[in-house]
């Protein structure tokens, strides 16, 4: 009898230990979805907004693609170097390892947006090509962390889409306020 019960206490206490270590598992795994979120998201709505804004102000695929090539690569060094001091800051994760999270998720988004300005010379078509990555991206990125956080990906992608595309029509009003003004 007194084998029985301890081969239970072991057991539960194994079971307790297997649960602590997929926690740890799953926290290392997540620690860090905050930093690729702050750069895919800033990038998303940055970025996104910066192209329609400059291919109504501008009308030039290429010129749009360049310039917003170049804003994004200075932005995803700024955001790395922010999310760097963040988490030197905050003290709970590596703040190399986070600024790398950030720079590389922000540059990934920034040459996924800026690319079909390069292949397509139609500002419309390129715009157009622009958003439905905008959501392939944040499907892909919310799915990932939904699932991660066991939390609801309707919830979670409808607050990133509606986040990133008031962005996108506020910068294309104000591109063609520039457009009227300088001409």
Known sequence: HNCSTKSRFLNIANQLHN?????ISSDKKTIY???IVLGLNDAIVEISGALVGLA????????????????GFAAALSMAASEYLSAKEDRKKNPLKA????????ILAV????FPFFIFSNIY?????MFFLVIVIITAYTKYVAFIHKESFKKKFLEMLTISLSIA???FAFGLLVRKLVG
């Open 19 to 23: 649960m602590n270590k997929n926690k």
């Open 111 to 114: 040459i996924i947006l800026v």
């Open 99 to 106: 600024a790398t999270y950030t720079g590389i998720a922000y």
């Open 125 to 129: 078509i390129s715009t157009l090509s």
């Open 33 to 35: 979805s905050g930093a």
């Open 169 to 171: 029509v506020i910068s």
């Open 56 to 71: 109504i102000a501008l009308s030039n695929s290429k010129l749009i693609a360049t310039v917003g090539l170049i804003t």
